[in-house]
T-cell receptor, first 109, second 114 residues
Framework: QKEVEQDPGPLSVPEGAIVSLNCTYS??????FMWYRQYSRKGPELLMY????GNKEDGRFTAQVDKSSKYISLFIRDSQPSDSATYLC?????????FGSGTKLNVKP | NAGVTQTPKFQVLKTGQSMTLQCAQD?????MSWYRQDPGMGLRLIHY???????DQGEVPNGYNVSRSTTEDFPLRLLSAAPSQTSVYFC?????????????FGEGSRLTVL
């Protein structure tokens, strides 16, 4: 069983839509949860970072962590064509990181 | 600051050849790591280092060696390349030895093993 499972998509939405991206995980020791965004042929870049359970908001982006269900989510409000990318969830319990397989998002103008 | 620099960007090898992927960072980060990214598999940790002289294995270390003689550099060596090592390789760094999530990635090195 993989440590982190992520819906692969692809996901295609119209501009302005609300996007929901999700991951589940199996290791209850994970404490830190992240979302990275990766544009084609580029390295991933950190988008959101959350410690333990709860919500975190940054502009149009909201990250949620539910440790009791081992489930994390990223919501994108008012999605823009520039949001088109692959989104990777990741988690760690110090030094060893485990990534989801990534969800490819296409926001159509 | 250049950030994390990886060389080469592209490489084609024949089975059995050896090579080194270079990674350098100019942010004085203690933590450095190597990942491989394959379709449908996401990023998988190969090796990591929490400081000069200290390295440890990740999820998929077989066939790869690393060393960390300086804070800035963390080369990844393929001892005898195999077609299964065809992948995109990413180097990433983070400030501090206790890494809690903020990885800075290089642009990647695309390796094809024939």
């Amino acid at each position: 069983q993989k440590e982190v499972e992520q819906d692969p998509g692809p996901l295609s939405v119209p501009e302005g839509a609300i996007v929901s991206l999700n991951c589940t995980y199996s290791n209850s020791a994970f404490q830190y949860f992240m979302w990275y965004r990766q544009y084609s042929r580029k390295g991933p870049e950190l988008l959101m970072y959350t410690y333990s359970s709860g919500n975190k908001e940054d502009g149009r982006f909201t990250a949620q962590v539910d440790k009791s269900s081992k489930y994390i989510s990223l919501f994108i409000r008012d999605s823009q064509p520039s949001d088109s990318a692959t989104y990777l969830c990741a988690m760690t319990n110090f030094n060893k990181f485990y990534f989801g397989s990534g969800t490819k998002l296409n926001v159509k103008p | 600051n250049a950030g994390v620099t990886q060389t080469p960007k592209f490489q084609v090898l024949k089975t059995g050849q050896s090579m080194t992927l270079q990674c350098a960072q100019d942010m004085n980060h203690e933590y450095m790591s190597w990942y491989r990214q394959d379709p449908g598999m996401g990023l998988r940790l190969i090796h990591y280092s929490v400081g000069a002289g200290i390295t440890d294995q990740g999820e998929v270390p077989n066939g790869y060696n690393v060393s960390r003689s300086t804070t800035e550099d963390f080369p990844l060596r393929l001892l005898s390349a195999a077609p299964s090592q065809t992948s995109v390789y990413f180097c990433a760094s983070s400030p501090g030895q206790l890494n809690t999530g903020e990885l800075f990635f290089g642009e990647g090195s695309r390796l094809t093993v024939l």
